[in-house]
């Protein structure tokens, strides 16, 4: 992960604040509960969130091969594109400039 997740503020956190923690947890193919666990939502935000952010693009839904799917219940994982990350970038970019504005 290339910067800490929004979820260790002690602030609660906004929609764009929990989209950019999904995204950043799912740097590689990640199971759907190590999202819940790292980003720190529960379930059912988490298929709101998914749902959106995979009909923008941002997070794809990665199928397994047969040999891995054998091994696990599921068969796919969530894994960030990188225009997902590109705008976990912006995203970053804009909190950091509202912080500094507001020190």
Known sequence: MRK???TENIER????QIFADIIRVSDRPTKITRILRLANIQ???FLDCVD???SV??????????S?????????????TKMGEE???LVDEIYE???ASSD
């Open 52 to 54: 959106r952010l995979c």
């Open 68 to 80: 891995v799917r054998r091994k696990s219940r599921t068969s796919y994982r969530y894994k960030a």
């Open 13 to 16: 956190r906004d929609k764009v």
């Open 57 to 66: 693009g941002f997070l794809e839904k990665v199928s397994l091969d047969k």
């Open 4 to 6: 800490s997740l929004y």
């Open 43 to 45: 379930y059912n935000t």
């Open 87 to 89: 705008w976990c970038d």
């Open 97 to 99: 400039e509202l912080k």
